[in-house]
């Protein structure tokens, strides 16, 4: 960690000696950690000390991106005239909608003493106990702990200074016997929110539950999503529908449906980085503040996120969803996906399933197929249970579905008040914010073999 | 650079540690992304720094540091071996390397055009030709041509005494079209979806595309797809394109004969594999014309180098031999667990990436037919082109990978075109059901730059060969 006054310093400095008509630099530094187990030993044990720094630099009308890992000064002033040289061997670009101006952010707290100061000591031993959990119900055990601490940073010569420190934890554990396997995780900013104990006793129960898996044919049947299943398919819908360009190109579900009723009126979906269930960042990568994008609300479709040029080429206002600039062409991304909890109690949702299959996780969801009717696909893995008179009977091998995720919500007949942080694959900043959902109708297009 | 690289080693080695190496890695970058309307895009990235793997106590270590100066490189050398003292915690069976000869090499990709030396000018107005041939239609709603170049010096340094350089250069391009009708959109591509082809190569591999030349047609075929019938839910024959068929091979026999996923060290992210070393020279694969093989040293290949991110010499291994499976990707730690050597598979997505078994270029051989002789000889069919989504479960055996569009074959020609085709199946069934193989007229290596795996997340780049390919049996549709 450099800290906020030596980094704005220093990186002052170097927006000082820019000569293009504007300059804009965004920093992201990390020191993270990451203890893998398998077999019921660490088998990989990494840490990366990192920074990135991302100039854009604009001379009339024309853009240039050029990014560096070092802090050394000469480094830094040379990628920053690297920018402007790539800037000015460019055509004007119309869309250019100017650099971010200086805004409010909300002051959050994302920072966290002992979880930047988790040693690889503490990490092992943390996986020790869970090891020994597992040992003892003579399940081998699989997972990954992993800890970071790093700082974000934006200025800008239109007067931006943002600046957050941040801290994070996850961790994932998955039991296995011969013949089943049981999964949990969970992720927050402060490692002291994790309960790892619980995080074992669940894990192994469920793989416990689920020995000696029975067949179950593929067809269409009332189904409990726990939240990580419920966050691999909203992971997929914000790739393929809720960012910038799905919606730009007419590919999003959400694409020439706004304002129209698409799901049962319980479904809500929208991003939200500014919630406490979330792990929070107050601004995104250009320095605008986030905003809370509904993408469904009470089943209307709302839109999709913005950054400045998506929004300046659609008539509308950024909503604080830019990613890095190297990056940008792929359009603004949602970070901290949500779906709003709803009443009921995840035991009694699984008490009014008269046959049913209650999954807890996906294994590899794709959501290419027909992403305009958001259509996924994908496999359950690591517990999966059948459901008879209202009471989990047996594990069942693991099944393939395949269906329209908006078609399902329309047959949603319960959802949790409980909601779970699921870590995302595509962000350091952000997470999956899921309940549990009952559907009345889901549809498994396929089989395997456990 | 090399020197420090040394003294570092030396430090660990007079620490006792078992074994130690040391990677130093620059990788420049550019990317260029364009419109009709324009650059989308356009970035360069340099990204440099060391990364250290320590053995001690039968575990490992590894800690990366972007700061490549000398105390900098002490104190990530004493971090990586305080981490290995703490994996050593969970010990239950130390680790062993395989013996490997000590390498003191210099291996360069051999190009012949420098793509950074080529200037913005050329590369933005070959892009920007084709897009404007993709605009041309009012259907059309999006289009865009995009580059990658990667130029990556790597010195690996090991305290057994390696001492190996290697100078890789890595360029990629491709074009795609969305049209629309209001309703729904489709899109094309060209010459292979999600970014195009890639290979270790210069620009001449860029111009050797002829991106202009493939957009017209691309054009026209994503236009027709919105007007196209959608693919019949029944069980019939499938001929897979050769980009297709890349990644049926990716994914249903690269990922699982990675020995470290059949021993179960990958379960926390990607899951195992069926594959698992009790049905080596046992399992049929598949059927007698399946003959599949792991050749780092593929001419171009995207997953072509010297040696592997541990110093093992780039070599060719059998993975399915006359449709048997008899042997895996491997690295000097898995490779001694079945008694084997290493295949040289152990890569890095950069000097903050601890080495993992990884596909270099997989390859299927091609077998005897022209495709017009292939398509004649089939009665009733559907001939999948290029990848459009793809899903397999965490043993690598039912997998769902769809296309971006198909033909129905009707008496040995190809008919009307269906969109959102897709087709699923069990792995082993599925390639034992491969009746035929197209001839090397046909056979091109598919650089995939986008292989995912690892906690934390890495990126590699790989490749297939292939040519298209025939299977009986194969369920379609699925989709309603």
């Known amino acids: 960690m450099i800290g906020e006054k030596k980094l704005l310093k220093k990186l002052e400095a170097i927006l000082g000696v820019s000569k293009a008509d504007h300059?804009?630099?965004?920093?992201?530094?990390?020191?993270?950690?990451l203890t893998r187990y398998a077999n019921s030993q660490i088998h990989q044990n990494v840490a990366e000390n990192n920074h990135t720094v991302h100039f854009?630099?604009?001379?009339?009308?024309?853009?240039?991106?050029?990014?560096?890992?070092?802090m050394s000064t000469s480094d830094l002033k040379q990628t920053l005239n690297d920018s402007i040289?790539?800037?000015?061997?460019?055509?004007?670009?119309?869309?250019?909608?100017?650099?971010?101006?200086?805004?409010?952010?909300?002051?959050?707290?994302?920072?966290?003493?002992?979880?930047?100061?988790?040693?690889?000591k503490d990490r092992a031993n943390i996986v020790k106990r869970i090891i020994a959990e597992s040992d003892a119900a003579k399940f081998t055990v699989a997972g990954s702990l992993a800890t970071s601490h790093g700082e974000i940073a934006i200025i800008n010569s239109n007067g931006v200074q943002a600046y957050q420190p941040t801290t994070s934890a996850s961790v994932i554990c998955i039991p296995m016997s011969?013949?089943?396997?049981?999964?949990?995780?969970?992720?927050?900013?402060?490692i002291s929110d994790i309960d790892f104990d619980s995080i074992a006793k669940i894990a192994i129960s469920k793989c416990d539950l689920s020995q000696n898996p029975k067949q179950v044919e593929p067809d269409t049947y009332e189904v409990i999503l726990e939240p990580p299943a419920v966050a691999e398919m909203m992971e997929w819908l914000n790739y393929v529908s809720f960012g910038s360009k799905p919606y730009e190109r007419g590919m999003s579900f959400l694409s020439g449906k706004e304002g129209k009723k698409i799901t049962s009126d319980q479904i809500t979906i929208y991003d939200n980085a500014l919630s406490a269930k979330s792990v929070a960042f107050p601004f995104d990568m250009e320095g605008s503040p986030k905003k809370k994008v509904y993408f469904v609300k009470n089943g209307i479709a709302g839109g999709p996120v913005y950054d400045r040029l998506a929004a300046l080429k659609s008539g509308k206002k950024s909503t604080g969803h830019a990613v890095t600039p190297d990056e940008s062409e792929g359009g603004a991304f949602g970070m901290n996906i949500h779906v709003a909890p709803g009443n009921a109690k995840r035991s009694e949702m699984i008490k009014k399933v008269k046959k049913g299959i209650l999954v807890t996780r996906f294994h590899y969801i794709n959501g290419m197929i027909d992403p305009g009717n958001s259509v996924l696909t994908g496999m359950t893995r690591d517990g999966t249970f059948w459901i008879e008179n209202g009471e989990i009977q047996y594990g069942i091998k693991n099944l393939r579905f395949t269906d329209s995720v908006m078609k399902a919500f329309k047959s949603v007949k319960a959802i949790s008040k409980e909601t779970s942080r699921v870590e995302s694959w595509w962000s350091a900043v952000g997470c999956m914010n899921c309940p549990t959902i009952h559907l009345g109708k889901f549809r498994f297009s396929g089989k395997t073999e456990h | 650079m090399k020197n420090k690289l040394l003294q570092t080693t030396k430090y660990l080695k007079d620490k006792?540690?078992?074994?130690?190496?040391?990677?130093?890695?620059?990788?420049?970058?550019?990317?260029?992304s364009v419109d009709h309307d324009g650059v989308e895009g356009m970035s360069r990235n340099l990204d440099v720094g060391v990364g250290i793997r320590v053995l001690a106590n039968g575990a490992w270590g590894f800690a990366a540091t972007a700061d490549i100066t000398e105390a900098s490189l002490k104190k990530t050398a004493n971090q990586a071996l305080s981490i290995a003292k703490a994996s050593a915690i969970t010990t239950k069976e130390k680790v062993v390397l395989a013996k490997q000869?000590?390498?003191?090499?210099h291996y360069r990709t051999p190009f012949k055009k420098d793509p950074f030396e080529i200037s913005t000018e050329e590369k933005i107005n070959l892009l920007s030709q084709a897009c404007k041939i993709l605009k041309d239609k009012k259907q059309i709603r999006t289009t865009n041509g995009q580059m990658t170049f990667h130029k990556i010096k790597k010195l690996f340094v090991s305290t057994e005494g390696a001492v190996i350089e290697q100078d890789l250069m890595e360029s990629g391009a491709g074009i795609e079209v969305v049209a629309s009708n209001g309703k729904e959109s489709q899109r094309r591509s060209y010459p292979n979806s999600f970014g195009g082809d890639f290979a270790t190569r210069g620009y001449e591999f860029i111009e050797s595309m002829n991106l202009p030349d493939h957009a017209e047609r691309i054009r026209e075929e994503a236009i027709e797809l919105l007007t196209a019938d959608s693919c019949p839910d029944e069980i019939t024959t499938v001929i897979l394109g050769g980009p297709l068929l890349a990644l049926q091979v990716h994914e249903s026999c690269g990922h699982p004969t990675e020995l470290d996923r059949a021993l179960g060290t990958e379960i926390s992210l990607a899951g195992g594999s069926f594959m698992t070393p009790d049905k080596l020279n046992k399992l049929k694969y598949g059927s007698d014309i399946v003959n599949i093989y792991a050749d780092a040293t593929t001419k171009g290949g995207l997953g072509t180098f010297g040696y592997d991110d541990e110093g093992?010499?780039?070599?060719?291994?059998?993975?399915?031999?006359?449709?048997?499976?008899?042997?895996?990707?491997?690295?000097?730690?898995?490779?001694?667990?079945?008694?084997?050597?290493?295949s040289g598979a152990m890569r890095a997505d950069g000097w903050n990436r601890l080495p993992l078994v990884r596909m270099v270029n997989v390859n299927l051989e091609p077998g005897s037919w022209e495709l017009d002789d292939l398509i004649k000889d089939t009665k009733k069919g559907i001939f999948f082109d290029l990848n459009k989504s793809w899903s397999i479960d965490d043993r690598r055996l039912n997998f769902q990978f769809g296309s971006e569009c198909a033909w129905e074959i009707k008496n040995g020609k190809l008919g009307r075109m269906f969109k959102n085709p897709v087709y699923t199946g069990i792995t082993p069934e599925?390639?034992?059901?491969?009746?035929?193989?197209?001839?090397?007229?046909?056979?091109h290596v598919w650089g995939l730059p986008n292989c995912g795996k690892g906690e934390p997340m890495q990126t590699a780049h790989v490749a297939h060969g292939t040519a298209p390919a025939r299977f009986r049996n194969v369920r379609v549709g699925v989709v309603k």
């Open chain 1, 23 to 33: 300059t804009e630099i965004t920093f992201i530094g990390s020191n993270s950690s």
């Open chain 1, 56 to 70: 854009k630099t604009v001379v009339g009308n024309k853009i240039g991106v050029a990014t560096t890992n070092s």
């Open chain 1, 85 to 120: 040289e790539i800037a000015k061997q460019q055509p004007e670009n119309p869309h250019f909608p100017g650099l971010s101006k200086p805004a409010k952010y909300k002051t959050l707290n994302t920072f966290d003493e002992a979880t930047a100061k988790c040693s690889a």
């Open chain 1, 178 to 190: 011969d013949t089943s396997s049981g999964y949990t995780s969970d992720m927050s900013r402060k």
């Open chain 2, 16 to 32: 006792g540690v078992d074994y130690a190496d040391c990677r130093f890695v620059s990788t420049k970058s550019e990317s260029l």
């Open chain 2, 101 to 105: 000869k000590v390498a003191k090499d």
């Open chain 2, 312 to 342: 093992v010499k780039a070599r060719r291994i059998p993975l399915i031999k006359k449709g048997k499976f008899v042997g895996y990707l491997s690295s000097r730690e898995t490779a001694p667990v079945i008694g084997r050597k290493s």
């Open chain 2, 430 to 443: 599925f390639w034992n059901s491969c009746d035929a193989i197209c001839n090397k007229n046909h056979w």
